[in-house]
């Protein structure tokens, strides 16, 4: 959405809430930046990954990532919120 709207404010009341402390085993803040963002998928998933797995790992592309975070997250009860989101440019 919009920048200055007030997402990242209302993702970090209900991120802090204590409520959300009980309610999940894990979670986990990541920020994108612009350039996790201009660089190709396995970057991204290596900044993803890295973040959720709180590890300074490098891994080997995608699949790598989507299995740890997979055999990680799976049997758990978690929030992950992705801040600083890039919109999608509109479809022609």
Known sequence: GMGGVGKTTLAKKVYYH?????????????TLTDADQDSDVN?????VGSQVLETQEK????EHWINKLHGFLEPKRYLVILDGVLPTPPMP
Request: glycine share 10%; proline share 0%; hydrophobic share 45%.
């Open 59 to 62: 891994g080997d592309g995608k």
């Open 43 to 47: 970057a991204l998933f290596a900044s």
């Open 18 to 30: 204590s409520t959300m402390a009980n309610h999940f085993e894990i979670r986990r803040w990541v």
